[in-house]
Each structure stands twice: as C-alpha cells, then as structure tokens.
Nanobody, 119 residues
Framework: QVQLVESGGGLVQAGGSLRLSCAVSRRTGETVRIGWFRQAPGKERVFVASISWSGGSTYADSVKDRFTISRDNAKNTLYLQLNSLKPEDTAVYYC?????????????WGRGTQVTVSS
C-alpha cells in the first residue's frame, strides 16, 4: 500500500513559479515508480513527469524545459518545480505511483493539488 499526499498548489501569474511536493508513504522495500499527472477542467488526466529511483526523469513535451521533477529519498518526498507557468498549465496536479511505468497504468493516486495560472 502506498499513500501519497500533495501540497504546494496555488494561484500564480503567468511567468511565475510554484513548487509542488508529494509525501510518499510505502512499505519498506517496496519499489514504486513515482511521478506527476495533471487534469485540466473538462479534459482527461495526462502524464506530466516521472522519476526513477536512480534519478532518471521523463517529461511530457508540453512541460519539458519548464518543469523539473526531483526526489529526496531520505525525506520520502517527491517534488515538481514549475517555472515559466502558462495559463494552459492550470489544472489539478496529482502525485502518482506504480510498480511499473506510470504511462502503462497508475496503481496509486494522491488527492491532487490545484494550480491556477492567471494571464
């Protein structure tokens, strides 16, 4: 069982920055892949970024070069740094975890944190 709790969302002007955090609770020795998805109003939930235990990261094309995913294994925390934000980045951002590649399916979801970017 994995529990995920997001924080750090809010309202920001276009061009601004935010940092999202996700506290990860898992059984000792359980290996999961973790990352972020987002869901804009009226749209499907889509992949944003993921990171492996070794630190290798993958990004959606729409956020590459603007968002940075990182993790602090000692604190069991996942981060997403959002820079150069655009109104189209407005969405609920979800932390996600799975034993396999997140893009193949997500086993665990957080409750989400709202990011709103004003123009």
């Amino acid at each position: 069982q994995v529990q995920l709790v997001e924080s750090g969302g809010g309202l920001v002007q276009a061009g601004g920055s935010l940092r999202l955090s996700c506290a990860v609770s898992r059984r000792t020795g359980e290996t999961v892949r973790i990352g972020w998805f987002r869901q804009a109003p009226g749209k499907e939930r889509v992949f944003v970024a993921s990171i492996s235990w070794s630190g290798g990261s993958t990004y959606a094309d729409s956020v590459k070069d603007r968002f940075t995913i990182s993790r602090d294994n000692a604190k069991n925390t996942l981060y997403l740094q959002l820079n150069s934000l655009k109104p189209e980045d407005t969405a609920v951002y979800y932390c996600a975890a799975s034993p396999s590649d997140l893009r193949d399916g997500v086993a665990y979801w957080g409750r989400g944190t709202q990011v709103t970017v004003s123009s």
